[in-house]
């Protein structure tokens, strides 16, 4: 297991249209975090997996955007009607129980035309 | 909510020297943890060192270590004998040890570490 992968790496879209992003996790890390970062910014969190239940949303989380982790495993985050707003780089963590190590991604970029 | 300040948004040091980064927080827990992150150009985040509120003693991560004052709430990151390697974006983070916080890392804003060969 070489770490975190997420995927696609890059992705450009036009405005309103939908957009899915993966992140496979660490095989033996049951916690999984969604994190947006903006161009000179810290990263944000916007919601954390304990295996498939999806235990925290932050308020960043509009109804546009939905995760999904259906078997513990990988996740996906989708958001539906993209705006310019959500241009940014978006990184997965995932950690080995909430005291652990967190590891973090590559992220995926998004650019919103 | 926890709020994390990197007051310095650039920072450069020579090649072999030392540089300190700052960083303080503000918290009302008396539990927690803090963290420097190294985020390189287009490249993944890495843990670089982590310190326990609860241990008086400052970690130490072979060039890699901190000052953690906990009255004053501040938390500066010390790099010894610089390398072209270190040149990256460095994250201060905070995570409380318990309850609904503990899910979640508080991002300061970053520094960017220049090293000048």
């Known amino acids: 297991d070489t770490g975190v992968s997420q995927d696609p790496r890059h992705k450009i879209t036009k405005r309103g249209q939908n957009v899915t992003f993966r992140c496979d996790p660490i095989?033996?890390?049951?916690?999984l975090y969604w994190y947006r970062q903006t161009l000179g910014q810290g990263p944000e969190f916007l919601t954390y997996f304990q295996n498939e239940a999806q235990l925290e949303k932050s308020r960043l989380l509009s109804d546009r955007f939905s995760a999904e982790r259906p078997k513990g495993s990988f996740s996906t985050l989708e958001i539906q009607r993209t705006e310019q707003g959500d241009s940014a780089m978006y990184l997965c963590?995932?950690?080995?129980?909430?005291?652990?190590?967190?590891?973090f991604g590559p992220g995926t970029r998004l650019t919103v035309l | 909510a926890q709020t994390v300040t990197q007051s310095q948004p650039e920072m450069s040091v020579q090649e072999a020297e030392t540089v300190t980064l700052s960083c303080t927080y503000d918290?009302?827990?008396?539990?927690?943890?803090l963290f420097w992150y190294k985020q390189p150009p287009s490249r993944q985040m890495i843990l670089v060192i982590r310190?326990?509120?609860?241990?008086?003693q400052n970690a130490t991560e072979n060039r890699f270590s901190v000052n953690f004052q906990k009255a004053a709430k501040s938390f500066s990151l010390k790099i010894s004998d610089s390398q072209l390697g270190d040149a990256a974006m460095y994250f201060c983070a905070y995570r409380s040890a318990f309850g609904p916080g503990a899910n979640n890392l508080f991002f300061g804003t970053g520094t960017r570490l220049t090293v000048i060969p």
């Open positions: 918290t009302s827990e008396s539990d927690y943890y």
């Open positions: 095989s033996e890390h049951n916690r």
């Open positions: 963590a995932s950690s080995l129980e909430r005291s652990g190590t967190w590891v």
């Open positions: 310190q326990e509120a609860y241990k008086q």
